[in-house]
């Protein structure tokens, strides 16, 4: 697994992907926190840095995952590893990893801005580290979704539609349970919803039970995405 996880690592610096996307990610947060902080003129708004960065992390994911498993498909090199003394789990988690540790450089880049803002008040580092705890967990779980779907196409641009698609329609789930009228189907959806599970750590608590959710959301992805490999693999 660390094997493969240093040869993804590498693959995404080798190309300008793994730099822009954590270029433009920790821009984004750049600008976001100075948007709270010039024209709230206070740091107890910092809150908000992170409500709008779940649409944008939720949107350049599909970019990170879009070759994890495709890439290999296209270019035959998905032989060498099925082939190889070593187990689709261990190849699927060092593939996630990598791609979640391209998520996980850019998310910590997000908090510099964070330590710049101590110099001009005192924001609740509470409220920023659950923020950032929460923001790794649905990431996480995002990028394990994505790594399943681009398992599914040799296509690195269709990997990423479908995963946009995913990710948008998580973002929208929220509408979707407000306008529904069985209020059993409403706390199903409200149940599954990424930004329902993201609400607590936002406002700087520890919620056990999204902590849980999101870990299983990589879990079951995970191994959906080893068991689709295991299929080629005999095939």
């Known amino acids: 697994m660390r094997a493969i996880f240093k040869r993804e690592l590498r ?3 080798a190309s300008p992907i793994g730099y822009v996307c954590v270029a433009a990610l920790a821009a984004i947060y750049g600008f976001e926190y100075y948007g709270v902080v010039m024209y709230t003129h206070s740091t107890s708004y910092i809150s ?3 409500s709008s960065m779940f649409s944008f992390c939720m949107i350049v994911i599909p970019i990170i995952t879009m070759r994890s498993m495709s890439d290999d ?6 032989q060498a590893l099925l082939t190889a003394p070593v187990g689709t789990v261990s190849i699927v988690l060092g593939k996630f990893f990598s791609s979640f540790f391209v998520y996980f450089i850019a998310s910590t ?3 510099l801005p964070a330590v710049a803002v101590t110099f001009l008040g005192s924001p609740s580092w509470g409220v920023i580290l659950g ?6 967990l649905y990431g996480g779980a995002m990028v394990s979704i994505g790594v399943f779907i681009s398992s599914l ?6 990997a990423a539609i479908g995963t946009f698609a995913v990710a948008v329609f998580l973002m929208l789930m929220d509408n979707l349970a407000s306008g529904l009228s069985s209020q059993w189907l409403t706390a199903i959806v409200n149940w599954i919803s990424f930004n329902s599970r993201y609400t607590p750590f936002a406002q ?4 056990l039970s999204s902590v849980v959710f999101f870990l299983s959301v990589m879990a079951i992805f995970v191994f959906l995405t080893a068991r689709k490999l295991e299929s080629r693999r005999w095939n």
């Open 131 to 136: 923020n950032y705890i929460g923001t790794l």
């Open 153 to 158: 196409t040799v296509s690195q641009v269709i």
């Open 48 to 50: 908000y840095v992170y």
């Open 204 to 207: 700087g608590l520890f919620d």
């Open 109 to 111: 880049l997000g908090l």
């Open 11 to 13: 693959a995404y610096f």
């Open 73 to 78: 498909q296209k270019n035959k090199t998905d």
